[in-house]
């Protein structure tokens, strides 16, 4: 019996020790900076800075310039969960935006496994591995079964016609395109929502498109998303621009024309129409 409670407290405190989040910033300007998140504390001049073993909860995320004032320019609550990488970007505008939660497991001390993501922006699949849907096969437009590294010559020259991926709008479609593989995941509801509301606060279209464009840096969208933002911006030149950056981030570009609606005069959507027929 002292056996099996001795054997269940430490598998409680594996447990513990495996349960913890990640918090991934990345800061874009110049300078040298210092960042807290609580009581550690991180100095680095590649402005990128990675805090490990993070216990559920709020933290307190302080960004100081790492000068002889230390003028501190972000000082405010973030919230960590367990088993998340949280990925975020603080702007020039010392702005902080969340670009990614990204979910991970850990399989001991110095080993995460990334849950839909692969590094190198190439997927992981060959012979003994599996693509996050569990198939590895012809008719998974995301893997070939020879991979080694680079897309199989059978699957670049189009010889896939019985997969039902036969042409090349539906590959450009398909949200794991353009190399971002897992990491440039599809935009929710949820996430829309949580963008919508750091526009509204940005109050001024400049800084709102720029608030869009960080939170999608890494992304894909929807058309019906897009317009969402569109609505957020008064001026036409800022949603033109918007609406520009966004199209080769979305994922149904068959339907992107519904969007020449959101253009109060028609020249602004003329030139939607001809960005799009350029590409």
């Known amino acids: 019996m002292k ?13 513990n020790i495996f349960a913890s989040g ?29 805090f490990f073993d993070l216990d559920n909860g709020s933290y307190y995320l302080k960004v100081e310039e790492n000068s002889f004032y230390g003028r501190t320019i972000y000082n405010k609550k973030i919230n960590i969960t367990n088993n998340y990488r949280t ?19 850990q399989s001991s001390w110095y080993v995460d496994h990334l849950q839909g993501y692969y590094p190198n922006n190439q997927p992981n699949c060959n012979n003994n591995n599996t693509f996050p849907n569990g198939n590895c096969n012809h008719n998974n437009p995301n893997c070939n079964h020879n ?42 509801d949820n996430d829309i929502q ?8 940005a109050t001024f279209d400049e800084k709102m498109v720029s608030t869009a464009k960080t939170a999608l840096k890494n992304r894909t969208i929807k058309t019906a998303h897009v317009h969402q ?17 966004c199209y080769d981030k979305t994922i149904d570009k068959n339907n992107y024309f519904t969007l ?11 030139q939607l129409d001809k960005y799009i027929n350029s590409k």
């Open 22 to 50: 990640e918090f991934f910033l990345k800061i874009n300007g110049y300078g040298k900076y210092k960042v807290s998140l609580n009581n550690q504390t991180i100095i680095s001049s590649s402005n990128i800075f990675r």
């Open 194 to 201: 949580t963008l919508l509301q750091a526009m509204k606060n």
């Open 3 to 15: 056996k099996i409670a001795t054997l269940a407290v430490f598998i409680f405190l594996l447990g």
């Open 147 to 188: 991979w080694n590294g680079n897309w199989n010559n059978d699957w670049n020259n189009n010889n896939h016609n019985n997969s039902g991926w036969n042409n090349n709008n539906d590959w450009n479609n398909y949200p794991y395109n353009n190399g971002n593989f897992g990491y440039g995941n599809l935009m929710n």
């Open 229 to 245: 933002l569109l609505e957020q911006i008064t001026f036409e030149q800022q949603k033109l621009d918007l609406a520009k950056y």
């Open 87 to 105: 990925v975020a970007e603080l702007d020039k505008f010392s702005d902080l935006n969340i670009i990614a939660k990204i979910p991970f497991t």
């Open 260 to 270: 020449y609606n959101d253009f109060k005069f028609s020249n602004y959507s003329d």
